[in-house]
């Protein structure tokens, strides 16, 4: 929902009540003498798979109905990662600029999951340790823990925002703070004011939060301790007496929210994803309130029919049981999984015609991703990827971000044709702008500052030919409906310029780049930009054949928008 550009941060707040409340029961048993690893692992197993394997098995079995091979075979790979709670590093390493849009990873989610069962592996016995040799110091111990995490989250935020997102050593600060609160480590609020003023405060740091964030928020990093702090502060006034943002809290729907979150959690995005896939088009009002109708009926269903009767040992009652059973549904779901892997997706299940129009796309694509890391490389010792001819002397470069690398494969195709031998240099969302960067891209710079360093340095190479997403770069925005200004550019020699923002940046790097490549006797060529159409064409095009529905008349601009836009 539209106003609601921060919702992410619901991660943050998830992370921080779940260390309250797992640290506050380890924290009482350890201190009453009765804690057990292996029943600590039997609750968490109780409450976390029998509903999560549910989900899984029907998202698959959906899968296999709606999606073309590729992405059913993506999500088959999603599935074993998210059975064996490794989601969040399936979706670091598999989520590059040109893997599957996230509309179509319908297991996406559980990456958070993973987070915190990762977590939770060596929480526990974190906490024994500490009450065995730390004299039950917990406190100390947990705010240097989380001060190195959140640092290291901080740091990493700052080179490889994706990382920081998706993998526990940067996150687990966002569960140690709630362990921080569980084990008392901050005075009791006993003034009636004072719990006011907190919760308020705490409850105004989520909304700003969710009000004012968006996708272009550099995240985690030192933005995350406003919904983490938020999130805390209203735990701890709320611990320590009633107030008035904790009755709103306590009200009765709130409450039954909270009871079924887990499985509001599980399968909101399924639902989510499945709908946005076979729309094609953005959701209208009326279909998100049948999306959120939908998912809170499964969400009561599970809860219901799955979750409580696990929970009360209705089934596998005793600990060896429930081991057993865990056992069992993880290896139900690798098995469903590889089956789809091994038959590649599948493809015989699907209408001949929307497949073999599916597969029309770059069989090559993956290979020229890969050069990526050696492109970022060039400033020390790196090579580019070669394009057309073999063992001969290169005497061209194409060069640019993502934009570039949808061209590779025909470059190189026609590089062969020629017999002429190239190299390729791309970094994604980095358009090749001598000393301009995206603010969220700052690394660009040394990209782009090691290709021409490469580039004087190579008397073959002749020709250089630049191309990017040009049009996105200078508007600000990603798709022709979104409002333009979200992306900002920064010029690092800060190059007065009669044109205003984006524009004026943009036109002092090109020119600079330019300037550069003709001073080093480069002839250079500019690929203009191509139409935008906001959507992934290869997965509309699939759902509208099977759907017998029109992709053009669904997505596709006019010729008058695309001038327009791109003018």
């Not at 009765?34 to 999560?52: K, Q």
């Not at 985690?220 to 805390?232: E, K, N, S």
């Not at 195709?413 to 190239?422: D, Q, Y």
């Not at 090109?510 to 002839?523: F, I």
């Amino acid at each position: 929902v539209g106003a609601f550009g921060g919702g992410f941060v619901g991660v943050d707040v998830f992370f921080v009540i779940s260390g309250y409340l797992i640290t506050t029961i380890i924290h009482r048993e350890i201190e009453a003498g009765r804690f057990s690893i292996s029943r600590f692992y039997e609750r968490r197993f109780r409450r976390i798979l029998p509903a999560a394997a549910v989900m899984a098995v029907v998202v698959l079995v959906a899968g296999a109905q709606l999606f073309p091979p590729h992405q059913q075979q993506s999500l088959a790979r999603s599935a074993v990662a998210a059975a064996l709670f490794a989601s969040n590093i399936f979706v670091y390493l598999e989520s590059g600029y040109f893997a599957d849009p996230a509309h179509s990873l319908p297991l996406l989610h559980t990456w958070s999951l993973a987070v915190e069962e990762q977590f939770y592996l060596a929480f526990p016995v974190a906490m024994l340790l500490v009450s065995k040799f730390g004299r039950a110091r917990y406190g100390a111990w947990l705010l240097l823990l989380s001060v190195v995490s959140l640092v290291a989250c901080v740091v990493v935020t700052g080179s490889d925002a994706a990382a920081a997102f998706y993998l526990s050593p940067t996150r687990a600060w966002e569960l140690m703070v709630g362990s921080l609160l569980a084990v008392n480590a901050l005075p009791a609020l006993k003034d009636q004011r004072a719990r006011e003023l907190v919760a308020f405060a705490g409850i105004a740091m989520l909304g700003v939060s969710v009000l004012t964030f968006s996708e272009f928020t550099i995240f985690p990093g030192m933005v995350a301790l406003v919904p983490v702090l938020g999130t805390a502060m209203l735990i701890h006034a709320g611990a320590h007496g009633e107030t008035v943002v904790g009755r709103c809290l306590s009200i009765r729907p709130m409450v039954f929210v909270g009871l079924i979150s887990y499985s509001l959690y599980l399968w909101h995005w399924p639902v989510i994803v499945f709908a946005q896939y076979y729309s094609v088009v953005a959701l209208t009002p009326s279909a998100t309130i049948l999306v959120l109708c939908v998912t809170f009926a499964l969400a009561i269903a599970s809860w219901r029919y799955v979750e409580t009767p696990f929970r009360r040992k209705q089934f596998a009652g005793d600990q060896r049981q429930m081991f057993r059973a865990s056992a069992a549904t993880t290896a139900a779901i690798i098995g469903i999984a590889l089956v789809s892997l091994h038959g590649q997706g599948l493809p015989g299940r699907a209408d001949d015609d929307a497949v073999m129009r599916y597969a029309a796309d770059d069989p090559e694509w993956l290979h020229w991703s890969q050069c990526e890391r050696r492109s970022r490389a060039l400033g020390n010792t790196g090579k580019p990827c070669d394009l057309g001819v073999a063992d001969a002397a290169p005497n061209f470069m194409l060069w640019g971000d993502s934009h570039a690398m949808a061209l590779a494969s025909s470059v190189n195709r026609s590089a062969v044709r020629n017999g002429l031998a190239g190299e390729l240099a791309i970094a994604s969302g980095c358009p090749p702008l001598s000393r301009v960067v995206r603010q969220d891209r700052r690394h660009c710079d040394a990209f782009n500052t090691g290709v021409l360093e490469y580039l004087a340095a190579s008397d073959d190479i002749g020709t250089v030919i630049l191309a990017a997403r040009w049009t996105f770069i200078v508007n600000g925005d990603h798709r022709k409906l979104m409002a333009s200004g979200a992306l900002e550019l920064v010029d690092l020699q800060d190059t007065p310029s009669a044109a205003a923002g984006n524009a004026g940046a943009f036109e002092a790097g090109l020119r600079r780049t330019v300037a550069r490549l003709q001073e080093l006797g480069k002839d250079v060529v500019l690929v203009g930009p191509v139409p935008e159409v906001g959507y992934d064409v290869p997965s509309a095009t699939y759902v509208a054949l099977k759907t017998d529905r029109d992709v053009n008349a669904l997505i596709s601009p006019s010729l008058a928008e695309h001038e327009e836009r791109h003018r």
